[in-house]
């Protein structure tokens, strides 16, 4: 063969170099109108020394061809939600509509600003009311803003409003003898990071050998009299419903604490029941879950804050208030004419959490998913999602160890106890299943259940894919017993095999720097 | 409904095979007095055109979305290539789930590692996280880092910042034990001086300035860095307008030690405030200090190259109460965004965008000072943003200009600070042409000398 010639065994897509390593002076990717102004010497609008001194260098010059190949290539090496089953325990993966994209993007609402006048926005603030309306009475609690950006940001965000109220209730002095947030051991680990942020010490509840919380333990914590709040996952992290859901909120108010939701698994819940109906007080629901909007690789999320009307004075500002009707009634201008104000009066509130009003794109496709399910269907897609997992749970018993005999909700856990006797752990079983096609469950989460394997189908996945799912699962655990090496190798199928994590952690390299410019790969990935 | 694959019948097949009588036995762990008896009361479902349509309607009565705009005040009306919007719409990216399988995961990762390195670029800092919220809880996060950094409590804040970003920090920080407090800026020069930082003292962990301000005045950061380090205390720089990197002498270069930014301005929709993207850069020695993801560079068996979450050590899912923040969910295909912005842009696509926009803001303010009664009330050099005192009530006039000449014309700064009666601060970006620029002039001219027609 003629050595001139270098022979490309692979597509060049799994070899797609960092963006800056393709940059070429010269090239450029974008297109302007020439300036239509008159122009000014720069330095006599911007002294020097307030300008750019180092012309962005290291900044890529690419075209436009060359980023749509750069990014497109490196997309194909994610899994997503429309790839297939994304089985990740307490994330609830379900697909991703379109048609809320689509309605996102309407100019009417894309290329609002923030600060345009309220009457200017009303279709803005309307959307924001209506889907405040909706959240409340899928949780049963009235009280609601829309603005934390995230599930975790809405627990800070709740448990503030916790805080306020006691303090509001008991005067700054006893309540400052109230600073424990009751967090059970099974809980996400955001859960104890804003209980922090809000000045809380973090006691831990246990849970029970069936996966429950602890009723004596909560009691026994309850008795020490400086308890603000308990922070409860309902269905829990194990997706087991807490029946005794009444009693514990009984116990946490008769000691004068508050009781926290989170509602990272309210796909178990729509339709079906109501944190309101139980004794919760506060809750945060994750719009990118359980109301489907897209989790784009790490957010945007939406965590809306829902609570009773006794902590409503507590929640951010600006409240999104409906008013009476104005005078158009008259003029014939559509039968609902009330008008959507900003409320900033309320002396009480916890403050802002964010600028403007919250990731508003994700609220229009949170309403668009509401209203395209209606009442039924909310319900329908409750019922599919816990059908589904209960159907996991059903085909997987047999191979797998699962830890906890109630039937699961939503989710259900496995541990790695069989298999582990070969010496083949959780992670080996997760990397075994990306060459069977899925993605992995959640792994090692909860923390009390010893490498355990989360697994949350969602209803957006059918029963054929269940059955592969299943079979590809219990194909793992024969190969774990009849040819280890093959598992704990996986994977084998991807365009790079399990990378050298602590190596990363111990000599972080968190940019590229153009010293390193090293044109030649350090190995020709493999096929 | 149609996003739920099995069918009445598969779903009772299922059940079947599994044991359990009915759907409704699904749910027996729940007790029976707790289980919805009725239907929600939510609309019944809508089909895909009744419910476009609803949203088109609704989304008429924001009349502002349509109209010739100079408002910015945090959020920036910047032309976006076409391209961005395709290449994150694409399923791979957004409908993807954070990056914690790294070897199905390598497309978000590495558009995370680039975007790390497109803000240290931008910034001029060493390291910089995988996004924050937006800028306004950067800000927050900065500042309770600060305290970590310094182990010192007090924290001063220029009020020149964005109001909004000054409440979210004054929430974020309520029951950290760390005294926020404000010092006043040049009502003549619309800056901070480093004179009116009287306050600092060996007890303060940082000192927090915005620049561009919410003025649109460019700080002298140089000076308050100087002024910081010689107390010990850390600079951290606050940018609403992320266009400015492109123009102006980067935070890093001035001696900052947290860069946070609101990084809407790279190819990010308005949207009504949100989904926007904080960036947050810092230095080397802080790395453990930072709050959030973190991509790092790692290797595989063989050698080859690919990216992992690292440092995550310091993330609530490890450490819990003692998590440098609480966040985990941040901004990433938002941040997605940012970086194929600036990739198609590229290092001379930012700089001239950044030219136009202080060319044409430059532009509009000489013509708006013109006019009689107009003037300028601050004298510090801005970039795309500049206060106006109006002759009369800025509110009213700037209500008028949308009402008869269907234009907004800025922000009124009485929204925020009563005693700025008729100030507005007005913001024009590449986006605005001559033409509207010439509209706004004359129909400040117009506005300002007659009477309204309806009142």
Redesign the interface.
């Known amino acids: 063969m003629n050595s001139k010639i270098t022979k490309v065994t692979t597509h060049i897509s799994p070899n797609e170099s960092l963006i800056f390593e393709r940059s070429h002076p010269g090239r450029a990717g974008f297109s302007l109108p020439p300036l239509d102004v008159e122009e000014s010497a720069l330095d006599e609008i911007i002294p020097r020394q307030l300008q750019r001194d180092d012309d962005l260098s290291g900044m890529p010059e690419v075209t436009e061809v060359d980023v749509v190949r750069h990014f497109t290539r490196i997309s194909t090496w994610n899994y997503s939600i429309d790839l297939g089953l994304y089985p990740l325990g307490s994330c609830t993966m379900k697909y991703n509509s379109r048609l809320n994209e689509k309605v996102a993007r309407i100019a009417g609402f894309a290329n609002l600003h923030p600060l345009a006048s309220e009457s200017e926005a009303q279709g803005a603030l309307e959307v924001i009311y209506e889907l405040q309306q909706h959240l409340a009475e899928i949780t049963g609690l009235p009280g609601i803003s829309l603005q934390p950006a995230a599930g975790a940001h809405g627990e800070m965000t709740g448990v503030m409003i916790i805080r306020a109220f006691i303090d509001a209730r008991d005067g700054k002095e006893a309540s400052a003898q109230r600073r424990t947030m009751l967090i059970p051991d099974s809980a996400h680990g955001t859960n104890p990071a804003s209980a922090h942020l809000s000045g809380f010490t973090v006691k831990t509840i246990r849970s029970t050998p069936e996966g429950l919380t602890d009723l004596d333990h909560l009691r026994e914590l309850c008795a020490h009299g400086n308890v603000a709040g308990l922070m409860l996952t309902n269905p829990n992290t194990l997706g087991l419903f807490e029946r005794n859901i009444q009693e514990i909120c009984r116990i946490v108010h008769d000691a004068g604490g508050l009781v926290y939701m989170d509602g990272a698994n309210m796909n178990a819940l729509v339709g079906v029941a109501r944190p309101g109906d139980m004794g919760v007080d506060v809750i945060h629901l994750n719009l990118h879950k359980t109301f489907s909007t897209p989790h784009g690789g790490g957010g945007p999320g939406s965590g809306p804050v829902c609570c009773t009307r006794e902590l409503e004075p507590f929640l951010p500002v600006p409240r999104i208030v409906r008013t009476g009707s104005c005078s158009d009634r008259v003029q014939g201008k559509g039968s609902d004419t009330a008008i959507f104000k900003l409320d900033f009066n309320q002396p009480q509130s916890i403050g802002r959490v964010k600028a403007f009003f919250g990731n508003y794109g994700m609220m229009l496709r949170a309403l668009a998913y509401i209203l395209t399910h209606g009442h039924d269907g909310l319900r329908e897609a409750t019922e599919a999602a816990v059908l589904n997992a209960r159907y996991i749970a059903h085909g997987l018993s047999s191979d797998y160890e699962k830890p906890f005999d109630a039937p699961p909700m939503h989710e259900v856990v496995f541990t790695d106890k069989r298999q582990a006797r070969k010496g083949v752990h959780t992670l080996d079983i997760a990397k075994r299943l990306i060459d069977y096609g899925f993605h992995p469950m959640t792994i090692y989460f909860p923390l009390i259940v010893s490498g355990a394997m989360l697994i949350e189908p969602t209803e957006s996945v059918g029963r054929q894919e269940l059955d592969q799912f299943i079979e590809a699962m219990r194909s793992i655990s024969r190969e774990a017993f009849e040819d280890p090496d093959l598992v704990l190798n996986a994977p084998h199928t991807t365009r790079i095999g399990r990378l050298d994590e602590a190596a990363a952690a111990r000599k972080p390299v968190l940019r590229w720097e153009p010293k390193q410019v090293d044109t030649e790969p350090r190995a020709v990935a493999g096929g | 409904?149609r996003?739920?694959?099995?069918s009445p019948d598969?779903?009772a097949?299922?059940?079947r095979?599994?044991?359990?009588a009915s759907?409704e036995n699904?749910?027996?762990?729940?007790?029976e007095d707790?289980?919805?008896r009725q239907?929600?009361?939510?609309?019944?479902?809508?089909s895909?055109l009744e419910?476009?349509a609803?949203?088109?309607q609704?989304?008429?009565?924001?009349?502002?979305?349509?109209?010739i705009?100079f408002?910015g005040?945090?959020?920036y009306?910047h032309?976006s290539?076409t391209?961005v919007?395709?290449?994150t719409?694409?399923?791979?990216?957004?409908?993807?789930?954070?990056?914690?399988?790294?070897?199905?995961?390598?497309?978000?990762l590495?558009?995370?590692?680039?975007f790390?390195?497109?803000v240290?670029?931008?910034t001029?800092m060493?390291?910089?996280n995988?996004?924050m919220?937006?800028?306004?809880?950067a800000l927050a996060e900065a500042v309770l880092m600060a305290e970590r950094i310094t182990k010192r409590s007090k924290v001063i804040v220029s009020s020149a910042v964005?109001p909004?970003?000054l409440?979210?920090a004054?929430?974020?920080v309520?029951?950290?034990g760390i005294e926020l407090r404000e010092s006043l800026y040049c009502t003549e020069t619309g800056t901070t001086l480093p004179e009116s930082l009287a306050a600092i003292d060996d007890q303060t962990a940082a000192i927090v300035v915005q620049s561009p301000n919410f003025f649109g005045c460019?700080e002298?950061l140089?000076a308050l860095g100087d002024k910081a380090h010689a107390q010990g205390a850390l600079l951290i720089v606050a940018v609403t307008e992320a266009m400015s990197?492109?123009?102006?002498?980067?935070p890093g270069?001035c001696g900052a030690d947290i860069v946070v930014a609101?990084g809407q301005s790279f190819g990010v929709?308005?949207?009504?405030?949100?989904?926007y993207v904080g960036l947050f850069a810092t230095r080397d020695k802080y790395?453990r200090q930072i709050p959030g993801?973190?991509?790092?560079?790692?290797?595989?068996?063989?050698?080859?190259?690919?990216?992992?979450l690292?440092?995550?050590?310091r993330?609530?899912?490890?450490?819990?109460?003692?998590?440098t923040?609480?966040?985990?969910?941040?901004?990433?295909?938002?941040?997605?965004a940012a970086t194929?912005y600036?990739?198609?842009?590229?290092?001379?696509?930012?700089?001239?965008?950044a030219?136009?926009c202080?060319?044409?803001a430059?532009?509009a303010a000489r013509e708006i000072a013109k006019i009689e009664g107009f003037t300028l009330p601050f004298s510090a050099?801005f970039?795309d943003e500049f206060v106006v005192r109006a002759p009369i009530d800025a509110s009213t006039l700037?209500?008028r200009l949308?009402r008869e000449k269907a234009i907004?014309g800025g922000?009124a700064l009485s929204?925020f600070d009563s005693s700025r009666p008729n100030d507005f601060l007005v913001c024009v970006t590449?986006t605005n042409?001559?033409e509207q620029?010439d509209a706004l002039v004359e129909g400040l001219k117009q506005v300002s000398t007659t009477k309204s027609p309806r009142h």
């Open positions: 409904m996003y739920i694959p099995n598969e779903r097949e299922m059940l095979q599994i044991g359990v759907i699904l749910f027996d762990s729940i007790p707790l289980r919805l239907d929600l009361k939510v609309p019944a479902a809508l895909e419910l476009l609803k949203f088109e609704t989304a008429a009565r924001n009349p502002a979305a349509s109209r705009s408002l005040g945090g959020a009306a032309y290539p391209i919007d395709h290449l719409s694409r399923s791979e990216f957004f409908t993807a789930y954070t990056p914690y399988q790294p070897e199905i995961s390598q497309g978000t590495q558009a995370i590692f680039e790390q390195t497109l240290c670029q931008l001029g060493e390291i910089a995988a996004s919220y937006d800028g306004s809880t964005h909004q970003y409440e979210v004054h929430t974020y309520q029951h950290a460019i002298d140089k990197f492109g123009l102006l002498r980067s270069a609101e929709p308005l949207s009504y405030g949100g989904p790395a993801r973190l991509v790092g560079e790692a290797y595989d068996k063989q050698g080859r190259r690919g990216y992992v690292t440092l995550a050590t993330e609530q899912h490890i450490r819990r109460e003692r998590a923040s609480n966040i985990c969910t941040n901004e990433g295909l938002i941040a997605l194929v600036l990739e198609t842009m590229g290092r001379r696509g930012v700089q001239q965008v030219s136009q202080t060319q044409k430059h532009y050099p970039f700037l209500d949308a907004d922000i929204r590449e042409s001559r620029i």
